[in-house]
T-cell receptor, first 114, second 113 residues
Framework: AAGVIQSPRHLIKEKRETATLKCYPIPRHDTVYWYQQGPGQDPQFLISFYEKMQSDKGSIPDRFSAQQFSDYHSELNMSSLELGDSALYFC?????????????FGPGTRLTVT | GNSVTQMEGPVTLSEEAFLTINCTYTATGYPSLFWYVQYPGEGLQLLLKATKADDKGSNKGFEATYRKETTSFHLEKGSVQVSDSAVYFCALIFSGGYQKVTFGTGTKLQVIP
């Protein structure tokens, strides 16, 4: 079965640079979620999109922005990167209104800021 | 708000020992409960879930029962293996709509031969 795809899997950036993370949800899923997991931490919710509109917002810094496109893939844009942004970024997808509302997680993008 | 509390790790067990990782939750209403596993350097995998009170989720020898009266969802396995070494996250989510997952802080399990 198709799973959530994230790219790139690893990314190394320097401070003050920008980064773009991409997420391709499971086909027919209409909702995408972004989570950030710092070293030794639990995943923290950043933001979600339902049918291309922002549906919920968590602890996402103002330096970050995200959107969901017409093909339902999503991109997380991160600017003015800081050392503290080094983390594993997960994307998850789900089908709202379906019997199975479970969120399916991608493998994550490991961002290292030096 | 909603929250999940897990026992702190790391938990170190010998192979074939019995495992319990405690998890309790605080929520308004009746969420669905999950256990996720994260192997070293990898992403999150759903281990098991339960969607209503008294449901038992099970997978790969792991089990957890949704106890509404104690707001708990403890993870158990009768005989752990070295390959079970990972971080385990208890989590909750409410059904209906685009609800975020609330995770516990994770419990690291190390199984030694």
């Amino acid at each position: 079965a198709a799973g959530v795809i994230q790219s790139p899997r690893h990314l190394i950036k320097e401070k003050r640079e920008t980064a773009t993370l991409k997420c391709y949800p499971i086909p027919r899923h209409d909702t995408v979620y972004w989570y950030q997991q710092g070293p030794g931490q639990d995943p923290q919710f950043l933001i979600s999109f339902y049918e291309k509109m922002q549906s919920d917002k968590g602890s996402i810094p103002d330096r970050f922005s995200a959107q969901q496109f017409s093909d339902y893939h999503s991109e997380l844009n991160m600017s003015s990167l800081e050392l503290g942004d080094s983390a594993l970024y997960f994307c998850a997808s789900s089908l709202v209104g379906g019997d199975d509302y479970e969120q399916y997680f991608g493998p994550g993008t490991r961002l290292t800021v030096t | 708000g909603n929250s999940v509390t897990q026992m702190e790790g790391p938990v170190t067990l010998s192979e074939e020992a019995f495992l319990t990782i405690n998890c309790t939750y605080t929520a308004t209403g009746y969420p669905s409960l999950f256990w996720y596993v994260q192997y070293p350097g990898e992403g999150l995998q759903l281990l098991l879930k339960a969607t209503k009170a008294d449901d038992k989720g099970s997978n790969k020898g792991f089990e957890a029962t949704y106890r509404k009266e104690t707001t708990s969802f403890h993870l158990e396995k009768g005989s752990v293996q070295v390959s079970d070494s990972a971080v385990y996250f208890c989590a909750l989510i409410f059904s209906g709509g685009y609800q975020k997952v609330t995770f516990g802080t994770g419990t690291k399990l190390q199984v030694i031969p």
